[in-house]
T-cell receptor, first 118, second 115 residues
């Protein structure tokens, strides 16, 4: 099956620093990639959608200047959390979709990145 | 987006069948029903999806009511590895535009499997 990887799997950083998370589709080309955030004991919250070569579409309430998304190729998307603060500590999950967005398209999820901001 | 309603939690015994219900009374005619599950500290995993007919795959079966206002995910023999949060999601039809067919997660059903 299709595999999505994330790197790093876990990161601890100091408040005020920036952290970059990579998401790669290993054996397929993803037309669209998604970034989710999940706080403890809560469901996944969609942060943004990105298509290769174009600007990301952010969900309401998500600061685009704080969460920078770059989708440089059909197999790689990055999420940079800029000037991270303790409230940004969360589980960040990416997913990738093959196809053009019809209802039958399956989304494949990465294993997640645990971010802890001290 | 059309909403789904699932029980917060369910318990099952190992090697017994599990029926996970989902209500979606406001489903539109072109919405597909998707099921994903999330094991602890992992990303979600695709389970199954369908439109009108019942569907089977190696992981599970999906039974869809005739009026499509509800569906049931069936795990035929639960194992300890099936303990997870199961999400029933209506997939926004691309043809209706706007949200690019995004997956919007609700709270899901936390399934516990007892040995």
């Amino acid at each position: 099956g299709a595999v999505v990887s994330q790197h790093p799997s876990r990161v601890i950083c100091k408040s005020g620093t920036s952290v970059k998370i990579e998401c790669r589709s290993l054996d397929f080309q993803a037309t669209t990639m998604f970034w989710y955030r999940q706080f403890p004991k809560q469901s996944l919250m969609l942060m943004a959608t990105s298509n290769e070569g174009s600007k990301a579409t952010y969900e309401q309430g998500v600061e685009k200047d704080k969460f920078l998304i770059n989708h440089a190729s059909l197999t790689l998307s990055t999420l940079t959390v800029t000037s991270a603060h303790p409230e940004d500590s969360s589980f960040y999950i990416c997913s990738a979709r093959i196809g053009r967005g019809v209802s039958t398209d399956t989304q494949y999820f990465g294993p997640g990145t645990r971010l802890t901001v001290l | 987006d059309a909403k789904t309603t699932q029980p917060n939690s369910m318990e099952s015994n190992e090697e017994e069948p599990v029926h996970l219900p989902c209500n979606h009374s406001t489903i539109s005619g072109t919405d597909y029903i998707h099921w994903y599950r999330q094991l602890p500290s992992q990303g979600p995993e695709y389970v199954i999806h369908g439109l009108t007919s019942n569907v089977n795959n190696r992981m599970a079966s999906l039974a869809i009511a005739e009026d499509r206002k509800s569906s049931t995910l069936i795990l035929h023999r639960a194992t300890l590895r099936d303990a997870a949060v199961y999400y029933c999601i209506l997939r926004d039809s691309y043809r209706h535009g706007g949200s690019q067919g995004n997956l919007i997660f609700g709270k899901g059903t936390k399934l516990s499997v007892k040995p």
